[in-house]
């Protein structure tokens, strides 16, 4: 079993910055690719930005130049810096990783942009 658990939400005016965390822990070898999805009141699931091993990143559009995300390998961590947050942001955020054929959650951190 892998447990994520996330870190670093909060309350930000628009045009502020957070960065998120997310930790994987028990059995990680073998973790594959990991990211963030995030979840607004009524709204499906969407994706935010996910990383692999190596270092490649793939973004949301409605994110791409104002969030970066990165790992450390040594660390099972990955992280997720939000600059030029806006209202719509606003959401619960989830950290997902890939171990072996299997894909686990984290449960949530919430982010709130104040316009």
């Known amino acids: 079993q892998v447990q994520l658990v996330e870190s670093g939400g909060g309350l930000v005016q628009a045009g502020g910055s957070l960065r998120l965390s997310c930790v994987a822990s028990?059995?990680?070898?073998?973790?594959?690719?990991m990211g963030w999805y995030r979840q607004a009141p009524g709204k499906q699931r969407e994706l935010v930005a996910i990383i692999t091993p190596g270092g490649s990143a793939t973004y949301a559009d409605s994110v791409k130049g104002r969030f970066t995300i990165s790992r450390d390998n040594a660390k099972n961590t990955v992280y997720v810096q939000m600059n030029s947050l806006k209202f719509e942001d606003t959401a619960v955020y989830y950290c997902n990783a890939f171990v072996m054929t299997r894909s686990y959650w984290g449960q949530g951190t919430q982010v709130t942009v104040s316009s």
């Open positions: 028990g059995t990680v070898f073998g973790i594959n690719v």
